[in-house]
């Protein structure tokens, strides 16, 4: 019977925390960036890590478990136990120590019944004979215990390690642990109202010879009271004693399985055995029986219990989370490693990497964004090796340089009516300045656009340099900036116009002009400079 409605306890149990694990929703783990969850003793690891010195994140603060449980308690003794609402139950805190082991810290208090449901003779020495039993006298032996233990554990989980999924709903776990027990084991000998010892109610069951456990055990409950008066045989003489009990050094054992019900809560399914070297938890000696089933008595506890998770600014006790979440979240989508910068090959050095380049052009050729040598004039000779690089339609085709062959309007014309190659200023015409906000290195559409038109003169004049003039330098803060303006100007047409950045003279600092206007003309003859200029005041250069 006992067997039975322990298995319906469990199966309950089970469909319970099944219900409960079906309404959780798992996900991911915490940020390992996060600063305000590493205590401080860990933080000069956490800031290495961050500055990418150190591969691995420091182990962040995590939350207690506060556990409370109820459920079934019985004693695997001499004898046989039987089913008991009494009030069994346990608390318990539990810290974890990493993702595999934690420590818990739990009081079980239990108080066990058992009643044999055979006769059995007296012994003179027992705690029966004391109360006025004649020695070999037939009696059902009975007990109730008051169990309290407190005990040191080590849990061990290891199912939170998962390969194909971050977090866990359910945990596994098994525990061992030493403490100490006291108990106090009575006998239900003497009707508590009258005083007097079961003789008579023991000798009608035994008449009545009932030949099952159902039947005797019904008998019993219907005959005795509920009084267990009688304190049943101990060592107390020859072993310590707290608060008048017995006590006896324990070792458990058990497993469990928590279903989680949310970031704070679960629910928990488990089972222990506690043990101890004592033949009396039961207040019967195997001796008694005549024979040798058993030497020592074990306590056992079936239970439910509700568990929280207490803490701020912690993550969640460690054995639900996954270790390797932040090994496959930067796997996939990498935010804190460390990457190479990539190193692209191209072979012409004409700034167009070999993935994407379409030719392979002489060293110093102009090309456009896809590597091809650009031919300004279409007149099929590219730039590079064209010596009249704008050759007008009507002049075309061209010989192999380049030089197309123009009909003379008539007999007068001279060489000003063609444009000197080395006159830039007059190829490019006047060139419209770019204008920026007061104190800002953006470039807004209309500066965009301003620059677009820049570059389809210069795209017709691939001969000619243009110069980038920024002004004012009468600060640190001003000398930053006029640099910061040249430099985007100069790096939109590169990046965005498709322009070499060999073609540009860079310019900043000039007195006699707006500081927030960038002016750009057409290089003079023999004039040059260089196309980039280190930052006079890096740290305050704007982005």
């Known amino acids: 019977m006992v067997s039975k409605k322990y298995t319906l306890l469990a199966a309950s149990l089970c469909l319970l925390a099944s219900y409960g694990f079906a309404q959780v929703k798992t996900g991911g783990s915490y940020d390992p960036s996060d600063s305000s969850l590493v205590p401080s003793k860990r933080m000069p ?52 120590f990493g993702y595999v082991f934690s420590a818990r810290l739990e009081y079980v208090y239990g108080e066990p019944r058992g009643l044999n449901w055979k006769q059995t003779g007296v012994n003179a020495q027992s705690a029966w004979a004391t109360v006025g039993y004649a020695p070999g006298q037939l009696i059902y032996n009975n007990y109730k215990t008051r169990v309290q233990d407190l005990s040191l554990q080590g849990v061990i989980t290891l199912n939170n390690i998962r390969f194909h999924k971050a977090k866990t709903g359910m945990n596994f776990y098994l525990l061992a642990g030493i403490g100490g027990m006291i108990y106090d084991a009575r006998h239900n000998a003497a009707n508590d109202a009258t005083g007097t010892i079961y003789t008579a109610e ?209 007999s007068t014309c001279f060489d000003k009516y063609m444009v000197r190659q080395d006159d830039c200023a007059t190829a490019l015409g006047a060139l ?26 210069l795209r017709n004049s691939p001969q000619c340099k243009v110069v980038v003039v920024g002004y004012c330098s009468s600060s640190k803060k001003e000398q930053q900036l006029s640099w910061d303006h040249v430099n985007k100007v100069i790096t939109h047409l590169v990046e965005s116009e498709g322009i070499s950045s060999d073609r540009f003279v860079f310019n900043y600092g000039q007195e006699g002009g707006d500081c927030n206007t960038v002016d750009l003309r057409g290089a003079t003859t023999g004039e040059d400079g260089p196309a980039t200029v280190a930052p006079p005041h890096p740290n305050l250069r704007k982005k």
């Not at 956490?46 to 962040?60: C, S």
């Not at 478990?65 to 019985?74: N, Q, S, T």
């Not at 989508?333 to 052009?361: A, C, H, W, Y």
């Not at 204008?435 to 677009?452: E, I, W």
């Open 202 to 410: 023991f000798g009608s069951i035994s008449g009545n010879v009932y030949e099952n456990r159902k039947d005797t055990r019904k008998a019993l409950k219907d005959a005795l009271d509920d009084s267990y008066e009688t304190r049943a045989e101990n060592d107390k003489d020859v072993l310590p004693t707290l608060f008048d009990d017995t006590f006896r050094p324990s070792f458990t054992l058990g497993g469990g399985i928590a279903f989680k019900l949310s970031n704070k809560w679960n629910l928990a399914l488990e089972d222990r055995w506690t043990f101890v070297k004592d033949d009396l938890l039961d207040g019967q000696r195997w001796a008694e029986q005549g024979d040798l089933t058993r030497d020592y008595d074990a306590f056992h506890f079936l239970s439910l219990g509700l568990n929280y998770n207490l803490g701020k600014k912690s993550v969640e006790p460690l054995y639900w989370l996954n270790p390797l979440d932040y090994a496959y979240s930067e796997i996939r989508n990498p935010r804190l490693m460390r990457l190479p910068k990539p190193v692209l090959p191209d072979s012409d050095g004409d700034g167009i990497t070999d993935q994407f380049d379409q030719e392979q052009t002489p060293a110093g050729a102009p090309v456009n964004s896809h590597g091809v040598a650009l031919d300004t004039d279409g007149d099929g000779v590219p730039d590079y090796k064209d010596k009249e690089l704008v050759t007008p339609t009507y002049c075309q085709p061209v010989d192999a340089d380049g030089v197309g062959k123009c009909p003379c309007p008539d």
């Open 45 to 96: 690891q956490h800031t290495e890590f961050l500055n990418g010195t150190y591969n691995f994140p420091a182990k962040p603060r995590n939350q207690w478990e506060l556990g409370v449980k109820y459920g079934l308690a019985h004693i695997s003794g001499d004898i046989p136990s039987v089913f008991f609402t009494a009030p069994n139950f346990g608390v318990h805190i539990r810290k974890s």
């Open 432 to 457: 419209p300045s770019v204008s920026f906000k007061s104190g800002s290195n953006n470039l807004d559409a209309d500066a965009k656009a301003v620059l677009a038109t820049v570059a389809a003169r």
